[in-house]
């Protein structure tokens, strides 16, 4: 992103994006919905890394979705959205 101030100089801005995710499980048909700052960390902790939790009986998993936000509170909204009944229909 960029930023011009009032000399026409730009200042780059970085901002820290969350990432509202959906997989598949193919061999049990089954979906997981969830958000991160990180998505390449929490998909390697889904399919490899993680030694409890619900995720890890349905291993493997496939990225089928994806949105991104800048605001953490807005990728929690959606989450919960996708986790509705509509959201699922969505899905």
Same mark, same amino acid.
């Given at each position: ?7 026409d100089?730009?200042?780059v801005? #970085? ?23 990180n ?21 493997p ?16 909204r959606?989450? #919960?959205e996708? #986790?509705s009944?509509?959201?699922r229909d969505?899905?």
């Amino acid at each position: 992103f960029l930023f011009f101030n009032s000399c026409d100089n730009f200042i780059v801005k #970085k901002f820290h994006m969350f990432t509202v995710y959906v997989l598949f499980s193919p061999n049990f048909n089954k979906i997981y919905i969830g958000f991160t700052s990180n998505l390449n960390k929490r998909l390697l902790s889904h399919n490899e890394k993680a030694t409890k939790g619900w995720s890890i009986k349905y291993r493997p998993w496939k990225l089928i979705y994806k949105e991104e936000s800048i605001e953490k509170s807005d990728a929690m909204r959606r989450e #919960k959205e996708l #986790k509705s009944h509509r959201g699922r229909d969505f899905i």
